[in-house]
């Protein structure tokens, strides 16, 4: 899913700019119960229907009770996130905690340091996965934008009956690419995955670059969009989009992956894991020809990008200390999310779920043989901006749809390959540029 329309990202360009102050208050002792406060979070509302109601009913209500908070929670559409935000720092008020699906450190000035909580975590929970800590941490300025306690993994979603007869499977891009122009030819259905400025678009066009050896940084923070692999890698998408994909996919929103696959239209998409359960819930009748993949090896590497569920805690927040402690105890409880969310929030945390083998695919756990993947999700996870950090101007290089356009650009020939690369290079060091003089890089 994905967030979109001019008015959000010139909202969330705009709320990145202005400084404010910060109260750099650290985690408290659970207090005693002589005076009730309030801690209010906004976060997306889970495409699995069983995670809302655990979060809500169970986590956040025993929690609650137990520190004598009362907590409010509010859950909005995804697309409804970043001008929620946008307009909470316009009046300096609104929740302790907001939850980020796409890279925002570009509203660092707005955000407390998440430090303490990454520390206290890791004491008692063990060390979190490295592409977590690159994903909030700033090694500029050695502060965090966010935390999270889990992420969204990346996967291939297909059909294992079409790629069956076309005796092809999606291991490498290559594989995607011949697979695809085959089953397209021989059943008409399309491989397909998002070329709209939109959050699956972003984070799966990263995944090809990644795997391609290009990147929108060196691990120094320094840009290297302009490259050889980038080429290669936009090559490979206009001859995926020309070969084997649709028209539509250029005004894809973010669910649209979801029904390309669900009605049957469609042999292959990227995705976490929405697609095949949500045909186990509508009982299709292909539900079980749906199946998961690794994201596919390129020539550099396996590697895929998808995105986090990140908290934030505003330096205008009311009740810092509760939010904080509130992460520290979900974290806690991660092995519970995990199974409420039908395995879609991964940990951050591994120590916290340490039978994910057996929850997703042993021998005796009931679970259908397609999840068995998942304990091996976090071995081609990694951030946006990697193999460096997700800094504020990798954040406004996603936001601004820099990315998705370049590619967009060569796929339908508006521009050549080289064309498009230069334009994105320039306006990509033009965002670096601003935030080094910021003192961010």
Known sequence: MGVEGTITRRGLLAASGAALATSGVGLAPRRARAQRKTLKIMQWRHFVSAYDPWFNDTFARQWGEANDVDVIIDHVGFADLAPRAVAEIQAQRGHDLIQFVTPHAMLVDHLIDHREIFEECSRQYGKPAEFALRAHFNPKTRTYTGFAAAFQPALVTYR????????????????????????????????????????????????????????????????????????????YVKDLFEQAMIPDVLRWDGASNNRFMLTGEG???????????????????????????????????????????????????????????????????????????????????????????????????????????????????????????????????????????????????????????????????????????????
Not at 206 to 226: C, H, K, N, V
Not at 228 to 234: C, E, N, R, V
Not at 403 to 429: C, G, H, W, Y
């Open 267 to 441: 042999c292959l998409t990227i995705d976490s894991l929405s697609i095949p359960r949500a045909a186990e819930a509508m009982k299709l009748d292909f539900a079980g020809d749906l199946r998961l993949a690794a994201m596919p090896a390129g020539p550099a590497a396996r590697l895929g990008s998808f995105g986090f569920y990140t908290y934030s805690i505003w330096r205008f927040a009311e009740n810092p200390e509760g939010a904080k402690q509130f992460l520290v105890d979900y974290v806690g409880r991660s092995r519970e999310a995990f199974l409420a969310s039908s395995f879609q929030n991964m940990p951050c945390y591994p120590e916290t779920v340490p039978d994910l083998e057996a929850l997703t695919g042993g021998a005796s756990s009931g679970v259908a043989a397609k999840y068995a993947l998942m304990k091996d999700v976090a071995s081609w996870t990694t951030n946006a901006g990697h193999p460096g950090y997700t800094n504020p101007a990798v954040s406004e290089v996603y936001e601004r749809g820099i990315i998705s356009k370049m590619f967009a650009n060569v796929a339908t020939a508006r521009l050549t390959p080289e064309q498009a690369l230069e334009e994105a290079d320039r306006e990509e060091r033009a965002i670096f540029d601003r935030w080094r003089e910021r003192g961010q890089l």
């Open 160 to 235: 294992s009956d079409l790629w069956a007869k076309a005796q092809a499977a999606p291991t490498t891009w290559n594989h995607v690419l011949t697979g695809a122009r085959r089953i397209k030819l021989l059943d008409g259905k399309s491989a397909a995955f998002s070329l709209a400025p939109e959050h699956n678009c972003e984070q799966t066009l990263r995944s090809i670059m990644y795997s391609f050896g290009a990147s929108e940084q060196d691990a120094d923070g320094s840009p290297t969009l302009r490259s050889p692999a980038t080429l290669d890698a936009l090559r």
